[in-house]
């Protein structure tokens, strides 16, 4: 009742479970649904302003890894995270329920379609960023490589899972990054990475500054 209260002239429908279940197409609901507008997303480069640390994703598509990177991001202390139009929509219920909530507590935004097709992670670097793609190449340098902690302001790039980031985006960006794996695993899951590359540039910042 208190709830409702605050609803102000919002209308409030009451249904059965099974209609509500029906209006979803599940039986997960826990009894409320609402709809709701979005408010329109920030530019790409209104997030960087200000910022020191951001998590770039090109062509993630899969729901619970968006959501994952998400709770990471927020957890690891990156400032933003800024998504290809490929990417899976942040605010779908399953990425919703994988980042804890942490979709509407990190600054995201998405790139326009032609900009990332034409320039890429030329953009963040004309914002002074310098860009980090998480890729397997021979002239990958470690997660911890002095030179890539150093930077001021740093992009970490991610992939889609299996087929990773495209190779124009790589050869864009001015470091090619890999996290040194043991007993012949050669990677991990891009929400697994995300936390292991976020937790190493967090540190190496704090590190830098202190």
């Known amino acids: 009742a208190d709830v409702i209260g605050r609803c102000g002239n919002i209308p409030v429908y ?3 479970f099974d209609v509500l279940t029906k209006l979803t197409g599940f039986p997960l609901t826990r009894g409320v649904l609402c709809a709701m507008r979005r408010r329109p997303l920030p530019k790409a480069e209104m997030l960087c302003r200000g910022a020191e640390r951001v998590a770039v994703l090109e ?7 968006i959501g994952s990177i998400f709770r990471s991001a927020a957890a690891l202390g990156m400032d933003a995270v800024l998504l290809t139009p490929d990417c899976s929509d942040p605010l779908y219920r399953r990425a919703i329920r994988v980042s804890m ?3 509407f507590q990190i600054p995201w935004a998405y790139f326009e379609d032609e ?16 860009t980090a793609a998480m ?10 490589d002095p030179r890539l902690l150093s930077e001021e302001r740093l992009a970490v790039v991610l992939g889609a899972e299996g ?7 790589i050869d864009r960006c ?3 990054v890999r996290i040194p794996m043991s007993h012949g695993v050669d990677s991990l899951n891009v929400a697994a990475a995300s936390a292991v590359a976020f937790w190493e540039v967090r540190t190496g ?4 500054k202190s």
């Open 205 to 208: 910042s704090a590190a830098t």
């Open 115 to 130: 900009d990332w097709q034409e320039r890429g992670p030329s953009i963040l670097g004309s914002l002074g960023f310098a």
């Open 135 to 144: 890729a397997l190449r021979e002239d990958s340098v470690s997660i911890d």
């Open 14 to 16: 009451t249904a059965e």
């Open 174 to 176: 001015n470091y090619t």
């Open 163 to 169: 087929d990773g980031l495209t190779d124009r985006t």
């Open 101 to 103: 909530g942490t979709v």
């Open 59 to 65: 062509n993630v598509m899969n729901p619970a890894n």
